[in-house]
Structure formats: structure tokens, C-alpha cells
């Protein structure tokens, strides 16, 4: 329902530096990029982080990010995921990067909109010097489920790439034994379907860039170069 040029996600529990949100949001609209501010008090952590980067982690659900701890030298530069709000997002970028209504709880939000954002061509950026404070309670007032984050992992993986690699990878190597009947029932379900193929007509980019861009490392041995490739006509060579 938003009309502005920009739309800022935020926490509750958020507290931003003076000018904060009006510099992000000129930097993206701008810049045709999500940015994000600089994020103080996440995990404790007393000192502002510059970003996040994507960091597959083992025997982890698999679109995570870690922060970046070391100050860039660029006011405005290139981060490869989102791991938190504070960002902003060009309301014309939106609908490519959305994430997916059928996320549920926590532990998707910024992995599927960082995946996106990768496969459609959409730039994160790092804003340098506004801050997002955070301040949590000392305890949740709700629980945090592993099966719902390998759950929404799980939705990301099958929306954001191709039939073939979700096949012959993502279900068998890595979500297979993670997820519960109901959960694989629903992944095949009409309103999966749907979400993945509008998301594929607008993907730029091939599956295999995941790793050798994205991760940068070698695709999976013994996985389908087909499925690396098997890109739609959009997509770029």
C-alpha cells in the first residue's frame, strides 16, 4: 500500500541514527540498489557492523550471512547478502525481490530477499556511517523452530532455482532429510509452483553463479551441468 520511491524495513526493537533512513533511501533509489546501513548491537556485538556477506555454513540451512566486521573504504559499496533489517528497497525493485507470502515465523525473510535480489540482478549495498541500533529484550517472547528455518530455506531454494537443480540437488542433498511430510507436500503445491515460475521469467541470472559467483567456489561434483545452465530466455549468458 506504499506510495513513496522507497520502502524501509524495520524492527520494532530498532532505534536509527539521526538522517538515517533518508540516506539510505536516496542511495537506492539512486543507485537502483537495496541498501543497508551500518548495524550496531546485533548478537551483543558493541561495535557496528559494515554489512553482511553470504557464508554457507555446514549442516546449517543453506542462505545464511555473516556480518562484516572490517570498515569499508567506500562511503557506498557492494555486500552480497542481507542478515538483518534495517534496508531500504526501491519500491519499482520491490516485486523482484519480495519474499515469498508463504514464509513463515523467522529465518527466511532476508535470505529469500537476498537470493532474489542475486538471481534478478538487483545490487546490495553497504551505506557506510548511518546507524541501526539494535535493542533486544533478553529473551524472545516467542521460539524459534530449526524445522521452520530449514521450512523456509526450503521455500527459497524451491522458488529461486530451476526444477532441475532443486531436483537433482537442493531436495536430495541438502533439505531431504531435514524436512517433514507436510512440509514436502507443500512444496509441490500450486502456490509454490506459481511463485516459481513468475520468479523464473525474471531471473538474469543462471543456477550454477550461485557457487561460482556467489559462493565463489567450484559447482557441486557430480551435480548436472544442465541444470547449471538451464536458463530462460532472460537470463544473461
Known sequence: MATGSALAFLDGHQ???AGCLDQCARS???RGAIV???LCGFEKNATPSHGAVFAKRRARPPFGAEWK????RSTLSPVSSLRAPAYVVPTNLYPKVRWSRLLQGWGG???SLSLKAFFSGVPILHLCGPI????FKNKFHYEVSWDEIWRNHAIIARICFSQETWYNYWLPRVFDSHLSETTLRELESDAIRSEHQEFQQIKVRPDCEFWTRLLVRKVPQKFSSNACFSATPNMLP
Open 36 to 38: 543497508v546501513p551500518d
Open 109 to 111: 525473510s532476508e535470505g
Open 132 to 135: 541501526a541500533y539494535h535493542k
Open 28 to 30: 537506492a533509489v539512486e
Open 15 to 17: 532505534r536509527l541514527s
Open 69 to 72: 566486521s572490517t570498515k569499508p
